[in-house]
């Protein structure tokens, strides 16, 4: 991450599906206390579904800079079309938690999903379900963000080792 701040002048954050908190207070702490001069520089922003977990994360976060919470879903981000400019998101084991549809076919598929479908050339088995909410934030990370990182942490079935492949995409 500080890699891809320095590169990208990008000290802005938003961390998606922020849980307890625990995740924001490692990387603010780490920055704190490794790279104080990143650390100045940071704007961080968790954007939740939770008011729960609002409070949970708020208490965590005491005493850092001031940290900024929107309560929001992760397929329909707050933001206008490239608002986010040059940032960071960071979305760390929360696709697997995004709607899914029981799908038979694409044609029950929202249209941007089954475009994306069609250009992948994924094949959706009968009677399944598909992550379509994963898709949806995929889309609106891509629409609120003009340069910097995409940062997704996702880590599958605990017996497969290959689930365990973090995943970036920068701009």
Same mark, same amino acid.
């Given at each position: 991450m500080v890699a891809i701040a320095e590169k990208h002048q990008a000290y802005r954050i938003f961390e998606?599906?922020?849980g307890r908190g625990q995740l924001a207070f490692d990387i603010l702490h780490r920055l704190r206390d490794k790279y104080p001069h990143i650390y100045r520089k940071i704007r961080y922003t968790i954007i939740d579904l939770s008011h729960t977990l609002g409070? %949970?994360?708020k208490k965590k976060l005491y005493g850092? +800079? +001031?940290v900024n919470f929107i309560n929001a879903s992760a397929t329909h981000l707050p933001f206008f079309d490239g608002a986010l400019g040059s940032s960071i998101i960071l979305c760390n084991e929360v696709l697997a938690d995004l +709607?899914?549809?029981h799908s038979s076919r694409n044609e029950s598929l929202p249209k941007c999903v089954r475009d994306i479908v069609t250009r992948a050339e994924i094949h959706?088995?009968?009677d399944s %379900?598909?992550?379509v909410g994963a898709f949806e934030f995929l889309?609106?990370?891509r629409r609120v963000l003009t340069s910097g990182a995409l940062l997704i942490i996702e880590y599958g079935v605990e017996e497969d080792p290959q689930g365990r492949i973090p995943v970036s995409y920068t701009h």
């Amino acid at each position: 991450m500080v890699a891809i701040a320095e590169k990208h002048q990008a000290y802005r954050i938003f961390e998606v599906g922020g849980g307890r908190g625990q995740l924001a207070f490692d990387i603010l702490h780490r920055l704190r206390d490794k790279y104080p001069h990143i650390y100045r520089k940071i704007r961080y922003t968790i954007i939740d579904l939770s008011h729960t977990l609002g409070i %949970y994360q708020k208490k965590k976060l005491y005493g850092f +800079p +001031p940290v900024n919470f929107i309560n929001a879903s992760a397929t329909h981000l707050p933001f206008f079309d490239g608002a986010l400019g040059s940032s960071i998101i960071l979305c760390n084991e929360v696709l697997a938690d995004l +709607p899914s549809t029981h799908s038979s076919r694409n044609e029950s598929l929202p249209k941007c999903v089954r475009d994306i479908v069609t250009r992948a050339e994924i094949h959706i088995k009968a009677d399944s %379900y598909f992550n379509v909410g994963a898709f949806e934030f995929l889309l609106e990370a891509r629409r609120v963000l003009t340069s910097g990182a995409l940062l997704i942490i996702e880590y599958g079935v605990e017996e497969d080792p290959q689930g365990r492949i973090p995943v970036s995409y920068t701009h």
